[in-house]
T-cell receptor
Framework: RKEVEQDPGPFNVPEGATVAFNCTYS??????FFWYRQDCRKEPKLLMS???SGNEDGRFTAQLNRASQYISLLIRDSKLSDSATYLC??????????FGTGTRLQVFP | ETGVTQTPRHLVMGMTNKKSLKCEQH?????MYWYKQSAKKPLELMFV???????ENNSVPSRFSPECPNSSHLFLHLHTLQPEDSALYLC??????????????FGSGTRLTVV
């Protein structure tokens, strides 16, 4: 079983739509959780942290379910500029980031 | 310059060539990393250097040889590569011990093609 699993997509959605991605992780000792964004042929960039209580940053909402070992990312009112690959990242040993394969999002006009 | 700089941005090499990838960080970090990103695969951590000492080597073939001469520079020496080694190679740096990805900075990567 992969350490971090994501649906690769692509998710094709129209502008203005709401889209959600899930990610599951296998190691129950995982400590911290994050979503990264990676544009085509560029390096990954940190998008937001994920907390048990859930957190929101503008149109983006991230949630963590430790019991079921999954995290989610919800994007509301999708913009064309949201088109990218979204990487789920888990840390269970200080400084060691474990990446998922990423979920590709394509927003169309 | 600021951040993490990688050179070259693109590299095409034959299977018998020897080349090196370079990474430089200007953030005062004490840990540096090499990652490999192949198509449809997650980023794979290859090597970790902490305070210029290699602390992790994730079963990487010996045709990849890292070097960390000081805390600001990291190299990846390549020789007799295979076509399946074609990938995006990303360097990153962090201040070790913080467990803080907000301080974990990636370079733009070197896109390597082995022909």
């Amino acid at each position: 079983r992969k350490e971090v699993e994501q649906d690769p997509g692509p998710f094709n959605v129209p502008e203005g739509a709401t889209v959600a991605f899930n990610c599951t992780y296998s190691n129950s000792a995982s400590q911290s959780f994050f979503w990264y964004r990676q544009d085509c042929r560029k390096e990954p960039k940190l998008l937001m942290s994920v907390y048990s209580s859930g957190n929101e940053d503008g149109r983006f909402t991230a949630q963590l379910n430790r019991a079921s070992q999954y995290i989610s990312l919800l994007i509301r009112d999708s913009k064309l500029s949201d088109s990218a690959t979204y990487l789920c990242v888990v840390i269970y040993n200080t400084d060691k980031l474990i990446f998922g394969t990423g979920t590709r999002l394509q927003v169309f006009p | 310059e600021t951040g993490v700089t990688q050179t070259p941005r693109h590299l095409v090499m034959g299977m018998t060539n020897k080349k090196s990838l370079k990474c430089e960080q200007h953030l005062g970090h004490n840990a540096m990393y090499w990652y490999k990103q192949s198509a449809k695969k997650p980023l794979e951590l290859m090597f970790v250097y902490s305070l210029e000492e290699r602390v992790e080597n994730n079963s990487v073939p010996s045709r990849f040889s890292p070097e960390c001469p000081n805390s600001s520079h990291l190299f990846l020496h390549l020789h007799t590569l295979q076509p399946e080694d074609s990938a995006l190679y990303l360097c990153a740096s962090s201040q070790e011990g913080t467990g803080d990805p907000y301080g974990y900075t990636f370079g733009s990567g070197t896109r390597l093609t082995v022909v």
